[in-house]
C-alpha cells in the first residue's frame, strides 16, 4: 500500500437485487439480509495537492483499498442501525469515534441512494453483494507495524494487524 487509510463503516449483504431507480429506504430493509461491522482501507498514490485533487484521486481509482468484514451479522430489525456507535484505536490509542447517522442521517439512505445512482449507468444491486455504507469518521492514517482495532456498539469488534 502506498499512503493507507482506516474508515469505519458498516457493511450491508443484500438477500434481494435492490433496482432503481426509485428505491427508498424501505425498499433497503427489504432487501438487506444482514449488516456488519467493517473496516475499509482507502489508499491512493497522489497527494491530493494541486489544482485538481478529486481529478487526480479519480484517475488513480477513487481511492480503492481493502476491506475487513466483522464476523457478526445483524438484522435490520434487530439493531437500530442509525444509532450503532463506533470507535477506532491504533496501537492502544482511540484516534476517531463516531455514529452511523453521521452517513446521510442513516446509513440506509446511503444504500438507496447507491442502488438509484448505479440504475443510471445500467447496473443493479445484485443479492449477495456487499455495500459500504460509507465512513461514519474521518479516514485516519496508519503504518506497517500497527494494529487496527474497531469497536462497534452494538455490533462487535473489527481487528486487523497491518504487515
Known amino acids: 500500500m502506498n499512503r493507507p487509510l482506516v474508515e469505519v463503516e458498516l ?13 427508498n429506504a424501505a425498499d433497503v430493509i427489504r432487501a438487506t439480509d444482514f449488516v456488519l461491522p467493517c473496516i475499509e482501507i482507502v489508499d491512493t498514490r497522489q497527494k491530493g495537492r494541486g489544482p485538481t485533487p478529486l481529478v487526480d484521486s479519480i484517475a488513480d481509482a477513487a481511492a480503492c483499498g ?17 444509532r450503532v456507535g463506533a470507535s477506532l484505536s491504533i496501537n492502544g490509542s482511540v484516534e476517531e469515534s ?8 442513516n446509513p440506509i439512505n446511503s444504500v438507496a441512494w447507491l442502488a438509484n445512482k448505479l ?22 492514517p496508519f503504518q506497517s507495524g500497527d494494529t487496527v482495532v474497531a469497536l462497534f ?3 462487535g469488534e473489527v481487528t486487523f494487524y497491518a504487515e
Open 11 to 23: 457493511a450491508f449483504v443484500l438477500r434481494e437485487p435492490l433496482v432503481g431507480p426509485s428505491v
Open 66 to 82: 481493502l476491506v475487513v468484514l466483522g464476523g457478526r451479522p445483524a438484522r435490520l430489525t434487530d439493531v437500530d442501525i442509525r
Open 98 to 105: 463516531g455514529v452511523a447517522s453521521a452517513v446521510m442521517g
Open 119 to 140: 440504475h443510471e449507468y445500467g447496473v443493479t444491486a445484485e443479492a449477495g453483494h456487499v455495500i459500504l455504507s460509507g465512513s461514519f469518521i474521518k479516514a485516519i
Open 153 to 155: 456498539d452494538p455490533l
